[in-house]
């Protein structure tokens, strides 16, 4: 029996320390992707906590038969999802909030540059249509299986792949025209 299973049966069983361990063991990666599909960090932590609300409220009907980080970032990309199609004016992505580098040892002028940095990854991000930056977002911040994404996305296996591509190319094409400025 794998750990997640062995938490699983343990929060049924109403461990509440089991719940703290699942939380504290997917709470950096599933606040990373709600950020990164999301516009701003508050939202992201509110739809992180609907989650774990909604996750520990059925937990006792759940038959999880695969990966548990991988439910729980579908869950969270589905809430994400369910705010964007509400909210589809405002801009989305607050990636440079969720990145976390390392700065001990960088000085003033780094921390500038990498800021600047993460503005324009973040401004390009916002330009991709919604079902590219999700696919780049579930592949890269959830570690989703392109078929994960197919299946999540409700396309094939070709057209999650084509999404994630051709969003990185677009990415790519942005980022390099504004460096060539």
């Known amino acids: 029996?794998?750990?997640?299973?062995?938490?699983?049966?343990?929060?049924?069983?109403?461990?509440?320390?089991?719940?703290?361990?699942?939380?504290?063991?997917?709470?950096?990666?599933?606040?990373?992707l709600a950020a990164g599909l999301l516009d701003d960090h508050a939202t992201a932590e509110d739809v992180l906590q609907d989650v774990m609300v909604s996750f520990v409220r059925s937990v006792h009907r759940l038959n999880i038969r695969?990966?548990?980080?991988?439910?729980?970032?579908?869950a969270v990309a589905n809430r994400a999802r369910d705010h964007y199609r509400r909210q589809p004016r405002q801009k989305v992505v607050a990636l440079d909030e969720t990145l976390e580098m390392a700065s001990g040892a960088e000085g003033p002028l780094q921390m500038v540059i990498r800021d600047e940095r993460l503005q324009q990854v973040r401004l390009a991000l916002e330009e991709l249509p919604y079902e590219q930056r999700e696919a780049i977002v579930l592949r890269l911040h959830a570690d989703m299986k392109f078929r994960q994404i197919a299946r999540f996305q409700s396309v094939s296996i070709k057209t999650a792949l084509s999404r994630y591509a051709y969003g990185l190319d677009k990415l790519r094409s942005r980022l390099n025209g504004e460096a060539e400025r």
């Not at 695969?66 to 579908?74: E, H, K, N, P, V």
Request: charged content about 30%.
């Open 66 to 74: 695969g990966d548990l980080r991988a439910y729980l970032a579908t």
């Open 1 to 32: 029996m794998t750990e997640d299973a062995q938490l699983l049966e343990r929060l049924k069983g109403g461990d509440k320390d089991a719940l703290r361990t699942i939380y504290e063991k997917y709470q950096g990666t599933l606040a990373t």
